[in-house]
């Protein structure tokens, strides 16, 4: 089943079918289940004006390859900013959360533009894609990556964090104008920032995930994005990040921050 067919669903039916491929270890790959989420709340709220401002996932137990049911509610819908909250459930109990706030543009005297550089990349004819072979999660094999910074996960590397080229691996998803639930399920492919530090494989999960727009897509599904990621703190068994995410124009997409559970 491709992205758009699982879009298609999520608007006509109240349960939902999980696609294969999609496996992250035992469980459904967390931008895949944040993609539904962000998607379902797009087709309730059924506004084109009101775009996606930001949003926050809370990823409370696993997703498993079986159906999952979508339930959507509009906690506020204001003039120019709707606020709703999207519930995905599984064996009777809530598996994750999101909940968005989607606005229409205003005419505002405060303009700043203090956001960060895009990082000056390798051309694309000259990078390395990460091979299909690589011990990798089943979801990876939906993307195409390419390390331009820092380590593999698990290669025991004394600093956390890296940068790279992604984009979903034109040779499984067709190209078409992308949507967000598009760059949510994207942006999710990179493993947190600590897990180079890892010598061998342990458990590493995102437990809360808040992602704000910047700039409006202008992008289709194929085209390379430039992500990188920053380690602010990481102690007891838990890690907090943020993220960039850019398109090939240097424009950026999007900014996420993330608390990871570590297991080692």
Same mark, same amino acid.
């Given at each position: ?98 909940? @968005?706030?989607?606005? $229409? ?6 303009? #700043? ?5 895009? /990082?000056? &990349? ?14 990798f999660p089943e979801c990876v094999k939906n993307f195409q990556l390419a390390w331009t910074e820092g380590n593999y996960p698990m290669s025991g ?19 078409? @104008?992308?949507?967000? $639930? ?6 999710? #492919? ?5 897990? /180079?530090? &890892? ?54 997409? @999007? ?10």
């Amino acid at each position: 089943m491709s992205l758009e067919s699982l879009f298609q669903q999520i608007e006509q039916e109240e349960w939902i079918d999980i696609p294969q491929g999609w496996l992250q270890g035992r469980t459904i790959f967390g931008g895949l289940v944040a993609g539904m989420l962000v998607y379902k709340a797009i087709a309730t709220i059924h506004d084109p004006v009101k775009k996606l401002l930001s949003c926050s996932v809370t990823f409370v137990g696993p997703v498993e390859e079986t159906p999952v049911k979508l339930t959507a509610e509009i906690l506020r819908q204001g003039k120019s900013v709707t606020t709703i909250e999207v519930r995905l459930w599984q064996n009777e109990a809530v598996q994750s959360i999101l909940i @968005a706030s989607f606005g $229409s543009q205003r005419d505002s005297k405060i303009q #700043v533009s203090l956001e960060p550089q895009a /990082p000056d &990349f390798p051309p694309l004819d000259q990078i390395n894609i990460v091979p299909k072979y690589l011990p990798f999660p089943e979801c990876v094999k939906n993307f195409q990556l390419a390390w331009t910074e820092g380590n593999y996960p698990m290669s025991g590397s004394k600093q956390p964090d890296f940068s790279g080229w992604c984009r979903f691996d034109p040779e499984i998803h067709a190209n078409r @104008a992308m949507n967000v $639930s598009d760059i949510m399920t994207l942006m999710d #492919v990179w493993p947190p920032g600590v897990l /180079p530090m &890892f010598k061998l494989p342990a458990p590493a999960s995102t437990l809360t995930w808040q992602v704000t727009f910047i700039h409006p897509l202008q992008n289709q599904l194929n085209d390379w994005f430039k992500y990188k990621v920053i380690t602010d703190f990481a102690e007891h068994g838990y890690a907090t990040e943020h993220a960039y995410l850019w398109d090939e124009q240097n424009r950026l997409i @999007a900014i996420a921050r993330q608390t990871v559970t570590v297991f080692t």
